[in-house]
Nanobody
Framework: QVQLVESGGGLVQAGGSLRLSCAAS????????MGWFRQAPGKEREFVAAISRSGSNTYYLDSVKGRFTISRDNAKNTVYLQMNSLEPEDTAVYYCAADSSIRGSAVTTILSEYDYWGQGTQVTVSS
C-alpha cells in the first residue's frame, strides 16, 4: 500500500505557472506507475498526465501537451507536475494516483486502473 499527499496548488493568473508535488510513503515508490488527474466543478475526473515506473515514458492529455510536464524522483518518492501557460480552463482539483499493476515502461490513462489516490490540491487560474 502507498499513501499519497499532493501539494503546490493555489491561485494564479492566466499565463502563470505552478508546480504540483505528490509525496509517496509506504511501499517502494518505483514499483508504481504514476498519474495526475483533475476534476473541475460539475465535471468528471479526467486524465492529465502519466509517467512510467522509471520515468522513461510519459503521456499527456492533448490540451496540456507542451504546457505541462510530469516527472518523478524515485530517490525522493515524489512525482511532479510542472504547469506552465496556465489557462482558466485548467482550474480544477488535481489528484495524483498510483498504479501497482503497470509494468516496464507502460503508462495508462484509465482512471480505474489506478489503485491509490491522494486527497487532491486545488488549482485556480484567474483570467
Amino acid at each position: 500500500q502507498v499513501q499519497l499527499v499532493e501539494s503546490g496548488g493555489g491561485l494564479v493568473q492566466a499565463g502563470g505557472s505552478l508546480r504540483l508535488s505528490c509525496a509517496a510513503s509506504g511501499r517502494t515508490f518505483s514499483w508504481y506507475g504514476m498519474g495526475w488527474f483533475r476534476q473541475a466543478p460539475g465535471k468528471e475526473r479526467e486524465f492529465v498526465a502519466a509517467i512510467s515506473r522509471s520515468g522513461s515514458n510519459t503521456y499527456y492529455l492533448d490540451s496540456v501537451k507542451g504546457r505541462f510536464t510530469i516527472s518523478r524522483d524515485n530517490a525522493k518518492n515524489t512525482v511532479y507536475l510542472q504547469m506552465n501557460s496556465l489557462e482558466p480552463e485548467d482550474t480544477a482539483v488535481y489528484y495524483c494516483a498510483a498504479d501497482s499493476s503497470i509494468r516496464g515502461s507502460a503508462v495508462t490513462t484509465i482512471l480505474s486502473e489506478y489503485d491509490y489516490w491522494g486527497q487532491g490540491t486545488q488549482v485556480t487560474v484567474s483570467s
